[in-house]
């Protein structure tokens, strides 16, 4: 079955944490979409510097939760901290928690999903200095290369690339969890 992934990132994101999940996406011949706050290209942040522009293909004004079959949040320090202030990216980051569809979120990624209130009572991992952020939030945190937990998956750092696209692809082939 073909499916459409939403990858939600702004200029600052960390570029090998959209590139690697967005590739393992493309392999299994699904449709992996950048959805962002403006149209045009975003900028990546790569070994502490700006490195590529990506196209953006839907800004999140224009697009729902409903249309897709999973969601993708790359870290990078700058991506989520502009993301989690806008609450047109908040209702869209909550429409797949109620739908019960599918999450992947690495690095500093689950800061989007702290400001969501979507990780309270959930085990989660992030990069060290969210721990504190996702423990206050009420999530159980574990210093792990990958955590699932019903259909959300977490990882640390670009590090744990490989474990954290194997369990995203999984997750996503299984779609909704109850």
């Known amino acids: 079955m073909n499916k459409r992934i939403a990858i939600l990132a702004t200029d600052g994101f ?5 590139q690697s999940p967005k590739d393992a996406i493309e392999k299994q011949g699904w449709q992996a979409e950048i ?17 590529q522009e990506y196209p953006v293909d839907n800004i999140v004004d224009d697009v729902k939760s409903s249309e897709y079959d ?5 870290g990078g320090v700058i991506n989520p901290d502009k993301l989690r202030r806008e609450n047109r990216v908040i209702d869209f980051v909550k429409g797949f928690f ?5 999450v992947a979120a690495i690095c500093h990624g689950p800061q ?3 400001s969501a209130n979507v990780v309270k ?3 989660l991992t992030s990069f060290e200095s969210v721990k504190i952020d996702l423990q206050n939030a ?3 945190w574990f210093d792990e290369e990958v955590v699932v937990d019903k259909g959300l998956v ?12 194997k369990k995203m692809i999984e997750e996503f082939k299984e779609g909704i969890h109850e």
Request: net charge negative; charged share 25%; hydrophobic share 35%.
């Open 121 to 123: 009572g959930r085990e």
């Open 70 to 74: 999973g969601l993708v949040i790359p």
């Open 98 to 102: 109620d739908e019960k569809k599918p």
């Open 154 to 165: 977490t990882s640390r750092s670009p590090q744990d690339l490989p474990a954290f696209n």
């Open 138 to 140: 009420g999530a159980a």
């Open 112 to 114: 989007v999903l702290i």
């Open 14 to 18: 960390e570029e090998s944490e959209l």
């Open 35 to 51: 959805v962002s706050l403006k149209s045009g290209t975003i900028k990546a942040w790569t070994n502490g510097n700006w490195g």
